[in-house]
């Protein structure tokens, strides 16, 4: 069964360094999504990415948030300087719509430790 | 602003039991809801979809309602096991004119299955 699937599963860095997070989304899906969950917390929409442009973000998504589909296959994510407060699991997910409705497919997350 | 209230932070039960776990929300009109299960470090991987025209869902052992009066989705798991222990999250859709759309999720409850 086709899943999505993200890399690295975790990844630390230093506050105020880059880092991009990837996802490779299930292949015929058309609409991409970042997710994040502050341990002991809800998930929380990060960006929607729709026909190679974002459709809707959060107030989360601030300018030091970027997303990319560089070729057919990734999604990513880069945090441009982290902060600590970005230490979170990241989770990735596509779906296809089918009329009105949409179902959501989640991958297995990054681990993000800014420390 | 959306508000989702799911029972409680945790549910704990005898193998066997029927688990019943409910989620209520405010300031919204969902055109259908959707359940998510997520165990400890991964991402939500979806159970059911219920429309607002539809008042019961069922799929093997599980069975949703969906009450758009009350405003409240219940989620039931009949003949529980062990397996069944995780999060779970509910998440309303306004789904209608948009395929697209952010998912917002309840903080979950987390049910505990005892042997």
């Known amino acids: 069964e086709p899943e999505v699937t993200q890399t690295p599963s975790h990844q630390v860095t230093q506050m105020g360094q880059e880092v991009i997070l990837r996802c490779v989304p299930i292949s015929n899906h058309l609409y991409f999504y970042w997710y994040r969950q502050i341990l002991g917390q809800k998930v929380e929409f990060l960006v929607s990415?729709?026909?190679?442009?974002?459709?809707?973000k959060s107030e989360i998504f601030d300018d030091q948030f970027s997303v990319e589909r560089p070729d057919g296959s990734n999604f990513t994510l880069k945090i441009r300087s982290t902060k600590l407060e970005d230490s979170a699991m990241y989770f990735c997910?596509?779906?296809?719509?089918?009329?009105?409705?949409?179902?959501?497919?989640f991958g297995p997350g990054t681990r993000l430790l800014v420390l | 602003s959306q508000k989702i209230e799911q029972n409680s932070e945790a549910l704990n039960i005898q193998e066997g039991k029927t688990a019943t776990l409910t989620c209520n929300y405010t300031n919204y009109s969902p055109a259908y809801l959707q359940w998510y299960r997520q165990d400890p470090g991964r991402g939500p991987v979806f159970l059911l979809l219920i429309r607002e025209n539809e008042k019961e869902k069922r799929k093997e052992r599980l069975k949703v309602t969906f009450d758009t009066t009350l405003k409240q989705s219940l989620f039931h798991i009949t003949a529980s096991q062990p397996a069944d222990s995780a999060t779970y999250l509910c998440?309303?859709?306004?789904?209608?004119?948009?395929?697209?759309?952010?998912?917002?999720f309840g903080r979950g409850t987390q049910l505990t299955v005892w042997p």
């Open positions: 997910a596509s779906s296809k719509p089918l009329g009105s409705q949409e179902t959501q497919y």
């Open positions: 998440a309303p859709h306004r789904g209608g004119g948009s395929t697209l759309g952010r998912l917002y």
């Open positions: 990415f729709y026909n190679n442009e974002i459709s809707e």
